[in-house]
């Protein structure tokens, strides 16, 4: 199951909704760990070719850059504010608002004197019209004895007007004039708080990229104490005998067809008959795998062992695939069992429901735990009583072993080697739990959800 995760990548959320806080900070660790290997392979490879690459290139086809060198030989690097005659740099900064400022009051005090002389253009316009116009009216040019003198008059009282719009001119200029200089303090001030407000945030930036360093170090510093106990678990599973190695692949092959050595008590099924170890004989495929290839083919040319539909689903389609996989698969392995009888364990439960579980477990003490059949992967569902709450661990078994996933990687080969193996040491090392106290089954004895006749 971990090594389908690592290999696509994704965890689907059905899966990471059963997984609790501590598992899924350590599953998203293998998973980095995995990514940072792959970006590490590629940009080997990547290297590796620009070198072949270069290499073909002929020397005058070759581009580089050459830098500016000083008077001791090496790069010429210029810092603003540093170098001789340079302003200190909040100096360069505050000419630079002030500039913009300038600039931006500028533009406006030019837009404003624009629409201000329209106004007084227009304004005396209409005036010298309605003078015009009651000069004809009350035609007292054609009263008038002089006609040079109403031109006289005409002429002073044009005069009168224009010096009244030069008037009206320059106290438009000087409104607008006092106008710019209130908006370019405006706008400078504006460009402080800005300023201030950038520099605010960068510091806050600076805050936030430490807290992430810090956050990073811890969990890093977790990981490392996660693996630290791995190891310590894993010496501690392989002394006490309870430890599954994996069998490499040329072994498991010459295996076949050979009679184990090993009949220790651990290897008898409830029937009492010897049996095989599974996984090394070419017995028949299970039920639930056969019925899968005759829903695909009706003819059987091939062994079904060499056939698509011997590889398993993903996860559990329906309860009738569960029950068929654990008859089939995990009965042969004593899974439910106790390590040294053949009855079943009083902490399996076999089908039940998360609620089921809780409701169990919830007048018991801390510590008390109860094993059921996971409907999410092919495995179990170890359900924990805290102090508080509940906490449900996956137990991953797919291959030939049984072992947490997202919490350690240790294998054991029976589902009893790995109960008993937690009942001294703990599952996760920041919740320290250990298994104390068996939860029994409350429904009549025998009802394990179909699992057992």
């Given at each position: ?16 909704a ?6 899924k900070?350590i599953?998203?660790?293998k998973i ?5 290997r792959r970006w590490?392979?590629c940009e080997t ?7 072949t ?9 070759r ?10 030989g090496?790069?010429w690097?210029?810092?603003?504010g ?6 200190p740099?909040e ?10 400022a300038?600039?931006?009051a500028?533009?406006e005090?030019?837009?404003?004197w624009?629409?201000?002389?329209a106004?007084?253009?227009q ?7 309605k ?10 040019k054609?009263e008038?004895e ?5 031109k ?10 224009k010096?009244?719009?030069e008037?009206?001119r ?8 006092c ?5 370019a303090?405006?706008l ?15 510091k806050?930036?600076?805050e ?26 894993s ?5 006490k ?9 040329s072994?498991?092959?010459?295996a ?8 220790s008590?651990d290897?008898v ?9 599974a996984?090394l ?6 039920l639930?795998?056969?019925r ?5 083919s009706g ?7 060499d056939s698509?539909a ?10 009738e ?6 008859n089939?698969?995990?009965?042969p392995k004593?899974?439910g ?11 399996f439960h ?6 089921d579980?809780e ?5 018991k003490a ?5 094993v ?5 992967i ?20 797919s291959?030939d072993y049984?072992s947490?996933?997202?919490v350690?990687q240790n294998?054991h080969?029976?589902?009893a080697d ?7 040491e703990?599952?996760t090392?920041?919740g320290k ?12 004895p025998g ?7």
């Open positions: 199951m971990m090594q389908r995760i690592l290999h696509d990548m994704y965890v689907e959320p059905e899966l990471l059963e997984l609790n806080e501590e598992q900070q599953l998203f660790y980095r760990q995995e990514q940072v590490t392979e490879k990547e290297e590796s070719s620009e070198k690459s270069s290499s073909s290139l002929r020397e005058g086809e581009k580089g850059v050459q830098w500016l060198r000083g008077t001791d090496d790069v690097v210029w810092v603003m540093e170098g001789p005659g340079d302003r740099y100096q360069i900064v505050k000419g630079l608002m002030e500039e913009k300038r600039r931006q500028q533009l005090a030019q837009e404003l624009r629409k201000k002389e106004e007084i253009k304004k005396f316009r209409d005036a010298i019209a003078e015009k116009a009651r000069l004809v009216a009350g035609k007292w054609e008038a002089d006609r040079k003198a109403a006289q008059e005409e002429e002073r009282i044009q005069a009168e007007l010096k009244r719009e008037e009206e320059q106290m438009g200029e000087e409104e607008v004039r106008a710019e200089e209130k908006r303090k405006e400078y001030v504006s460009l402080q708080q800005e300023q201030r407000q950038s520099e605010h945030d960068d806050e930036w600076e936030q990229l430490q807290r992430s360093k810090v956050a990073d170090e811890e969990m890093m510093r977790r990981a490392r104490w996660a693996r630290d106990e791995y190891k310590r678990q010496i501690r599973a392989m002394e005998g309870h430890f599954k190695q994996q069998i490499p692949v072994r498991r092959h010459s076949i067809g050979t009679e184990p050595s090993d009949k008590q290897n099924p409830p029937c009492g008959k010897e049996r095989p170890r996984g004989q070419p017995a028949e495929p299970p639930y795998r056969r899968q290839s005759r829903r695909h003819t059987a040319a091939h062994p079904l062992m698509p011997w590889v398993r689903a993903p996860r559990p389609s329906s309860r695939s569960l029950i068929l996989w654990f089939e698969d995990q009965k004593r899974a069992y106790e390590r040294t009888s053949n009855t079943v364990a009083t902490w076999g089908i039940i429901s998360r609620e579980s409701m169990l477990l919830m007048n801390e510590g008390s735990f109860l059921r059949v996971s409907e999410r092919w495995g179990y569902i170890l359900s924990y009583r805290t102090a508080t709450s509940f906490k449900h661990f996956l137990i991953d078994a291959g049984y947490f996933l997202g350690d294998r080969a029976t589902l790995l109960i008993d193996f937690h009942k001294e703990v599952i090392t920041t739990e250990r298994l104390k106290e068996a939860c029994r089954q409350m429904a009549p009802d394990y959800g179909g699992l057992f006749p």
